[in-house]
C-alpha cells in the first residue's frame, strides 16, 4: 500500500463521519462568520479607523496576556478527557474553581501591563471592559473542551458561534440608532457573558453537575502537566497579535485600523482551519502510539485544511479590492493601503494552509515544548522586525512581518515531524498542493489578461471554481474512487 494513503473500509466509515462533523462546523461559522465581518466592516466605518485601530490593539494586548488565565488548562484537559473519560470526575471538580481564579488573576496583570504600554484614564477602562469579555469567552472555550473531548463537535459547533450571533444581533440593532464605542464594547461584554453561562447550563446537562471539590495535589498536578501547553498558548498570543499593539504604539491608531481591517479578513479564512484543526487535535490524541493512524489522518487532514483556502488565496491575490466595498468613509488611498495589506497576509494563511496541520500533530503527541521554542524564536524575530520597520512602514511593515515569522515557524514545524515523529513528511502532497495552486493562479491570470479584465468579479471566482476543481482531480489531490466512497449510496 502507498505511503500515507487512505484505505479500509473501517477507517472510510471514520472519515465519512469525521466529514459530517466539519461539514457541519464549517456551515455554522460559513452562515455567522461572513455577517460578523460584514457588520465589524461597518463599525469600523462608523467609528473611525483611528478609533477602531484602538479597539483592537486592546483586544489583541489581551488576548496575550489571556494566557495567564488558562495556563494551558484547556489543551490538556482535552487531551486527558479523550485519553481517560475518568477524568472528568476526578479532576473537574478541582480545575473549574482553579480556572475561574485565573481568570481574576489574568485581568489584573491585564491592567498592569496596559499601565505600563502607557494606556491611561478612559483607555485603562476600556482595556477591562475589553478583556473581561474576552476572559469570559474564554472559560466558555474550556468547558467546550469536555465537549471536543467526547467528540461532540455538532454540540461544540454550535455553541463556538453563539456568541458571535448574539453579538452580531446587538450589533445590528445598535447601528440605526447610533453606534458608539461604549455601547459596542459593552454588547461584546454581554454576549460573551451569556454564552458562558449557557454553556455552563449545556455541560451540566450532558454529563451532569460538576461540584466544586478543592483538592490542592491534584490541581498542582494539572498546573504542572498544562505548563508546556501553557507556554505555547501564550507564544502563540504573543506571536499572532503583538504586531497589532506594537503597531498602535509605535506607528499610530491609524495605521493599527487599516492593519485591523485588512487582519480581518485573515481570521474569517482562517476560522476554517481553526474550526478543523481542533478536531484532528482531539483524532491525534486518541491515537498517540499508532504511527499508521496518524499518518493517514495527516494525508487526509492536509488535504481537507489545504484545499479551500488555496482557493481563496487566489481570490484575494486577483481580486482582493472587493471585500472593501463598506468602507464609503474612507478614500481610495486608504482602501488600496488595506488591499496592499491584505494580499501580504493573505500569503501568510496560504503557509498556514500547507503546514498548519503540523503544529497539531506535534502538539497532540508530547512534542508541544519543542513548538514552543520554536515559536519563542519566531516572536524575537517579529519584534526585531517591528521595532526596525513599523515606525516608518506602519501596516504594510506588519503585514510582512507576519508573513517572514509565519514561514520560518512552518520550516520548525517540518523539522520537528521528520525527526521526533515516525510519521514523516509527506513531501509528494505537499508537492501536488503547490502545482494545484500554482496552476490555479496561472490560469486565473491568464483570464484577466486575456479578457482585460473585462468579467465581473463573482463570475470570474465561478468559472474559476469550476477550473480548480478540473485541476484537484487533474493533480491527484482527490480522487474519483474516493469521491464515490464519501458519497452516500442509495
Known sequence: MRRGAISGFSLLVGIKRFFGNISFVVLLNLLVKPGWVVVENLVQDRLGHATFGLVTALSALTLVVAALSDLGLTPYAVQRVAAEPSFLAET??????????????????????????????????????????????????????T???????????????????????????????????????????????????????????LFGRIKYRWQGPVARTALRASLPFAFMTLLYGVNERIDMVMLERLASPTEAGYYAGAYRWVDAVMMYAWTVLPLFFAKFASVPRDAVAQRQLLHFGQRIVALPLLFIVAFILFRGEVVFWQFSHSSP???????????????????????????????????????????????????????????????????????????????????????????????????????????????????????????????????????????????????????????PKR
Not at 521526533?420 to 508537492?431: E, H
Open 147 to 205: 465537549l471536543q473531548a467526547h467528540q461532540k463537535f455538532n454540540t461544540d459547533a454550535v455553541l463556538s458561534v453563539v456568541e458571535k450571533f448574539v453579538l452580531l444581533g446587538a450589533v445590528l440593532v445598535l447601528l440605526p440608532i447610533g453606534l458608539t464605542l461604549p455601547n459596542y464594547v459593552g454588547a461584546r461584554l454581554s454576549a460573551a457573558a451569556f454564552t458562558t453561562v449557557l454553556t455552563y447550563g449545556l455541560m451540566t446537562r
Open 92 to 145: 473537574f471538580p478541582t480545575l473549574l474553581p482553579l480556572r475561574g481564579a485565573l481568570n481574576f488573576v489574568a485581568l489584573a496583570v491585564m491592567l498592569v501591563v496596559g499601565w505600563g504600554l502607557g494606556y491611561r484614564g478612559n483607555e485603562l477602562l476600556l482595556l477591562g471592559a475589553v478583556g473581561a469579555a474576552l476572559l469570559l469567552a474564554q472559560y466558555g472555550q474550556f468547558l467546550r473542551g
Open 333 to 487: 488611498a486608504e482602501v488600496q493601503r488595506m488591499t496592499v495589506c491584505l494580499k501580504i497576509l493573505f500569503v501568510n494563511v496560504l503557509v498556514h494552509a500547507f503546514f498548519a496541520i503540523y503544529s497539531t500533530l506535534l502538539t497532540s503527541t508530547t512534542h508541544e515544548r519543542a513548538v514552543s521554542w520554536l515559536v519563542a524564536g519566531s516572536i524575537v524575530l517579529n519584534i526585531g522586525l517591528n521595532l526596525f520597520l513599523l515606525p516608518r512602514y506602519g501596516a504594510v511593515a506588519a503585514s510582512l512581518d507576519t508573513l517572514l515569522c509565519a514561514v520560518a515557524v512552518s520550516v520548525g514545524y517540518l523539522v520537528l515531524v521528520r525527526r521526533r515523529t515516525n510519521v514523516g513528511v509527506p513531501f509528494r502532497l505537499l508537492a501536488r498542493l503547490l502545482l494545484a495552486f500554482g496552476l490555479l493562479c496561472g490560469v486565473w491570470y491568464g483570464l484577466q489578461y486575456g479578457l482585460n479584465g473585462a468579467l465581473s468579479w463573482w463570475l470570474e471566482a465561478g468559472i474559476m471554481g469550476v477550473v480548480f476543481g478540473l485541476i484537484v482531480l487533474g493533480t491527484g489531490l482527490v480522487q474519483r474512487k474516493e469521491i464515490s466512497q464519501l458519497v
